[in-house]
Nanobody, 118 residues
Framework: QVQLVESGGGLVQAGGSLRLSCAASRIIFSMYTMGWYRQAPGKQHELVATITNIGSTNYADSVKDRFTISRDNGKNTVNLQMNSLKSEDTAIYYC????????????WGQGTQVTVSS
């Protein structure tokens, strides 16, 4: 069974930084576009950032120039470096894996809480 396990969430003051990691297992990692999504209380699930199997990245406008997504195909991990955090970044962050050739093969992690205090 495919597993995506997130880590690195927590409580941080506004202006601070956090680094989220997601370890994937039981997938051919290099075939997957990896992404981070988030959901804040009372708000819709939204894309944060994605990175394709060849390293092309895409970011939500709200996090551009503050967040950086990266991947290590040798370790089957994807990371999200979050700097200059704002209270509006508070949410549960979910790791996502989507097969580049078959979007029906999409998987989600269990989520990790990020709380930014102002």
């Amino acid at each position: 069974q495919v597993q995506l396990v997130e880590s690195g969430g927590g409580l941080v003051q506004a202006g601070g930084s956090l680094r989220l990691s997601c370890a994937a297992s039981r997938i051919i990692f290099s075939m997957y576009t990896m992404g981070w999504y988030r959901q804040a209380p009372g708000k819709q699930h939204e894309l944060v950032a994605t990175i394709t199997n060849i390293g092309s990245t895409n970011y939500a406008d709200s996090v551009k120039d503050r967040f950086t997504i990266s991947r290590d195909n040798g370790k089957n991990t994807v990371n999200l470096q979050m700097n200059s955090l704002k209270s509006e970044d508070t949410a549960i962050y979910y790791c996502n894996a989507r097969n580049s050739r078959d979007w029906l093969q999409t998987y989600w992690g269990q989520g990790t809480q990020v709380t930014v205090s102002s």
